[in-house]
């Protein structure tokens, strides 16, 4: 195996495979299609107004922890 | 009841079970971690009388949207900043009793915070089922076409039902 014997490979990619990353650090690049982006501008400058489940969940809120 | 920081100390994780794995797991052992190296913020909601039960958590970070060919002079060409909740669970013992609406709003609470002190276009997730796909789109969540578990808010819908402003 030359410098590293097979054993220690095997380890090696054990431990990496262990601490492999499952929450992406900061910062998170989303990266949008060209329909999308036009469609994120279009709720920039129009923002839809919030719906009335949105409205139900904030007085539950309300109610919950003041 | 109550909304406060994760803390080890005084939280017990172990007993925490929404039902999915990856979702415990990362309130177990990632999400403490997170906290301490600034990558993540996770927030519990608790009962007053009971801070040791955890009902349900979610954790948020900042995220970028690459503009793309939005025209410059209107968001320019720098990134879309957007609040990202990465995680959001209610244990399964809890389920249906409307926590997981009360730690929404709370989301959007943090939201509106951070829009009125700097730049934040919205919120947005990756739903983890079908199931929290349709949750998210009851309270007005949009669908990217990339995915349609890829969701979004705009800030301005948190700030209408908030009364802030950015």
Redesign the interface.
């Known amino acids: 195996m030359g410098l590293i014997s097979q054993n220690r490979l095997l380890r090696l990619f054990s431990y990496v495979g262990s601490r492999r990353v499952?929450?992406?650090?900061?910062?998170?690049?989303?990266?949008?299609?060209?329909?999308?982006?036009?469609?994120?501008?279009a709720?920039?400058e129009?923002?839809?107004?919030?719906?009335d489940?949105?409205?139900?969940?904030?007085a539950?809120?309300k109610q919950?922890?003041g | 009841m109550k909304i406060v920081p994760l803390d080890g100390g005084v939280h017990d994780r172990s007993n925490f079970d929404c039902g999915q794995p990856s979702l415990n797991n990362f309130l177990q052992q990632q999400a403490q971690q997170a906290a301490r190296r600034y990558g993540s913020k996770t927030f519990v909601l608790v009962h007053d009388d009971d801070e040791q039960t955890i009902l349900a958590y979610h954790t948020t970070l900042f995220a970028q949207i690459e503009p793309g060919i939005i025209p410059q002079g209107r968001l320019g060409r720098n990134p879309i900043p957007m609040l990202l909740l990465a995680r959001f669970a209610v244990d399964r013992r809890v389920q249906g009793k409307g926590f997981g609406k009360i730690l929404l709003v709370d989301v959007w609470r943090r939201a509106k915070v951070i829009a009125e002190n700097t730049a934040l276009y919205g919120v947005v997730l990756d739903a983890i089922d079908d199931d929290a796909e349709k949750f998210y789109q009851k309270f007005g969540f949009k669908a990217l076409t990339d995915n349609p578990r890829h969701l979004y808010m705009p800030i301005g819908t948190i700030l209408e039902l908030l009364g802030g402003q950015a």
């Open positions: 499952q929450f992406r650090p900061f910062p998170v690049v989303i990266k949008l299609t060209a329909r999308e982006s036009a469609r994120l501008l709720d920039l129009s923002p839809p107004p919030p719906n489940e949105m409205k139900k969940a904030l539950l809120y919950a922890i």
